[in-house]
Nanobody, 115 residues
Framework: QVQLVESGGGLVQPGGSLRLSCAGS????????MGWYRQAPGKQRELVAF???????NYADSVKGRFTISRDNAKNTVYLQMNSLKPEDTAQYYC?????????WGQGTQVTVSS
């Protein structure tokens, strides 16, 4: 059974940083394209970043230059380093494969950017 557990969210002021973690069990993250998704209240879930099997990365325009996705194969964990956070980054953040698998969705981690 695949389980993805997100952590690292919190309340941060505009301009601040957070690092999210996605720990996998029952799945080898390094052989999958893995992505970070977010969903803000009243909005559709969106893909903000992904990393491929060979380590190529891609970002949504809204986070390009501010967010960095990475992977630690030994820990079977994918990270999202978020810098220069803005209020519009406020959302519940999730990791999943790209494309997504319905059964892979976890609880996510809440990121709130506010002064």
């Amino acid at each position: 059974q695949v389980q993805l557990v997100e952590s690292g969210g919190g309340l941060v002021q505009p301009g601040g940083s957070l690092r999210l973690s996605c720990a996998g069990s029952g799945i080898i993250l390094s052989i999958n394209t893995m992505g970070w998704y977010r969903q803000a209240p009243g909005k559709q879930r969106e893909l903000v970043a992904f990393i491929t099997r060979i380590g190529s990365t891609n970002y949504a325009d809204s986070v390009k230059g501010r967010f960095t996705i990475s992977r630690d194969n030994a820990k079977n964990t994918v990270y999202l380093q978020m810098n220069s956070l803005k209020p519009e980054d406020t959302a519940q953040y999730y990791c999943n494969a790209v494309p997504t698998f319905k059964t892979y969705w976890g609880q996510g981690t809440q990121v709130t950017v506010s002064s």
